[in-house]
């Protein structure tokens, strides 16, 4: 069984492997851990140095790996596909290169989901401010409004 603190550790390893931030507040939704516990977890695990923050409120793992080297894949006529990570180099047979496709599908649907959240996240913020904008809008006209209309559907639909 995980203590919370390495429930904690793991979420935060997690969520950046995803490439996504770190906050307390994700952290309580992805633990469903109390804020309180979260905070306590969050300072010893920067006070051992395992995490840290990178700003106010937001926490990476201390052991990040070294930026992504550059990779190019190439169809070579013949039928081999030759793949380049940084300055290694890797020609591949049809059938070894689906093999590989395979291993690696996972990859590349996780990307995806990672692609797809990021912009669904952007809608939303921008839905949320066009919904505070028209609030803000409909109150200041409501406001203008002397006296304010009275909506008694019942009364107005049903005389006798």
């Keep these: 069984m995980k203590t919370t603190g390495q429930i904690v550790y793991d979420a935060i390893v997690d969520l ?15 633990t469903g851990l109390k804020m309180t516990i979260i905070d306590d977890h ?9 995490i840290r923050r990178v700003e106010n409120g937001v926490f990476v793992p201390s052991d990040v790996p070294p930026p992504a080297r550059s990779i190019s ?13 940084g300055d ?29 959240g ?6 939303v913020m921008q839905q949320q401010n066009t919904l505070k904008t028209v ?13 304010p209309p009275q909506l008694d559907l019942l009364a107005s639909t049903h005389q006798d």
């Design 42 to 50: 969050v300072s010893r695990l920067c006070d051992e140095e395992r």
């Design 16 to 30: 950046h492997n995803q490439e996504q931030i770190v906050t307390r507040k994700v952290l309580c939704e992805v």
């Design 135 to 147: 609030r803000r809008e409909l109150a200041a006209v409501m406001a203008k409004v002397d006296p």
């Design 118 to 123: 990021n912009e669904i996240g952007q809608l």
């Design 73 to 85: 894949v190439t169809q070579i006529v013949g039928g081999l596909t030759r793949i380049e990570i």
């Design 88 to 116: 290694e180099c890797l020609d591949l047979w049809p059938r070894e290169a689906r093999a590989l496709a395979s291993l690696l599908a996972g990859f590349a649907n996780q990307f995806a989901m990672i692609q797809a």
